[in-house]
């Protein structure tokens, strides 16, 4: 009966609900971005075209235009490669990845450790479950011929235990759609616009 009741604490301290958050990195010097001059009106397209692009590509390209027009940023749409000199930059394709090799391994084993110390100190130590996908666009220059590759990372994290359980009720807002509470991060609100950004930063510096 004693260790029905340890059983029991155990449960009530690490059996929370906890929260998650999101948020995007994008590898950069900002500072060094900010030195560079970019004047805002520059003409970029999407390429979608069924023929050259495979299903999942599209759907990519397809998701992202539509992520730039719900925050009202102009992009165009052309599916004909003899309308790319009407443009500054072409968005060639998108892909997005889960990691793998070493990256994967950590990602596994601090899951593990974290909802291990999570259960051994009774919800001191929030449990971890990290999902991070790879974002990759290929854009083309076709002024001068020429086409570039732009990175990020956007990360989805779950906290579980009693702390992450406190620190959603007072910092977040509860989601029925996950069953926890969400953590508002302020780099989601400025996702398209900085990734405007870059991509006109690196679309015109092409070496």
Avoid at 137 to 161: H, M, R, T, V
Wanted: aromatic fraction near 14%.
């Amino acid at each position: 009966m004693k260790y029905l009741k340890y059983l029991l604490i155990l449960f009530l301290f690490t059996n929370c609900v906890g929260f998650y958050t999101r948020k995007y990195s994008y590898y950069r010097n900002e500072s060094k971005d900010n030195n560079v001059k970019i004047n805002g009106k520059l003409k970029i397209a999407l390429y979608l075209n069924e023929k050259e692009n495979n299903e999942v590509t599209f759907n990519n390209l397809n998701s992202l235009r539509q992520n730039f027009e719900k925050s009202n940023l102009k992009i165009y749409t052309i599916n004909s490669s003899d309308k790319f000199k009407s443009y500054d930059l072409i968005i060639m394709k998108y892909s997005i990845e889960d990691p793998s090799g070493l990256l994967e391994t950590l990602i596994d084993t601090t899951f593990f450790l974290s909802y291990f110390n999570m259960i051994i100190t009774l919800g001191f130590i929030q449990g971890m479950n990290i999902q991070l996908k790879i974002h990759t666009i290929e854009l083309f220059n076709p002024s001068i011929n020429k086409s570039i590759k732009i990175e990020f990372a956007e990360y989805f994290q779950k906290n579980d235990g009693w702390i992450a359980n406190y620190l959603g009720k007072k910092h977040g807002k509860y989601s029925n759609d996950y069953n926890r509470y969400y953590i508002h991060n302020e780099t989601i609100d400025e996702h398209e616009k900085t990734l405007l950004k870059i991509m006109e930063i690196d679309g015109i510096l092409i070496q």
